[in-house]
């Protein structure tokens, strides 16, 4: 699978004002062209945010609660976005690397094109999400849940999943053979048809109350 990362102009404005740009925003505008850095967004509420071919670097989001924004062309580079809400967004050619998303919520979302590279992202709620065409690269999505989505063309490479929620996701084609999923939780059928190692064979076993004997 190839990843498709976001297709930035050679210059963007360099908007100095993120807080202000987003409490002026109205519905059925877009904010494109800019580019963020070094800027802390506290306690915002916003419906249907539209962000296009953007970039934030070293900004922080806290407390921030935005409902079904959408964001296309956009990357995430060295943010904090711990316990942001980005319930039912939109998300096309997006990249989140080095990123803070610890308890960050995109339940709901649909992620089209989309990678995580290098983020810390504990307890990080994925559930009930379309995703096509998304890569998960040396992230850690401990106790994460990603139940109840629909997967395609979807790649975990080295990714901590240990305790993370699969629960009614289907993992056909799937390949986890490179992730640690100590404590995973799914279920049964769920798991047919996923790729992995032979320890992990071991350790999903005994969910079928399988004895291996050494």
Known sequence: MKMVYPQLPKLLHQSNDLSGVIERYKEEETIDEEAFKDQTVTGSTKHLLDFQSCSFNHCTFSACNFLKATFCDVEFKNCDLSNIKLL??????????????????????????????????????????????????????????????????????????????????????????????????????????AIVNSLQAVELSKMLGVVVKD
Do not use: W
Request: aromatic share 10%; charged share 25%; with cysteine.
């Open 88 to 193: 039912e967004g939109g998300f096309r050619r997006v990249a989140f690397t080095d990123c803070k998303l610890m308890g960050a919520n995109l339940t709901g979302s649909r992620l089209n094109e989309v990678t995580f590279d290098n983020c810390s992202a504990p307890y990080l709620f994925l559930s009930t999400i379309k995703m096509r065409n998304v890569h998960f690269v040396k992230n850690d999505f401990r106790e994460s849940a990603f139940d109840n989505c629909h997967l395609e063309q979807v790649s975990f490479d080295d990714c901590n999943l240990t305790e993370a929620d699969f629960s009614q996701t289907s993992l056909r084609k799937i390949d986890l053979s490179s992730s640690v999923i100590s404590g995973i939780r799914l279920n049964i059928n769920d798991l047919h048809g």
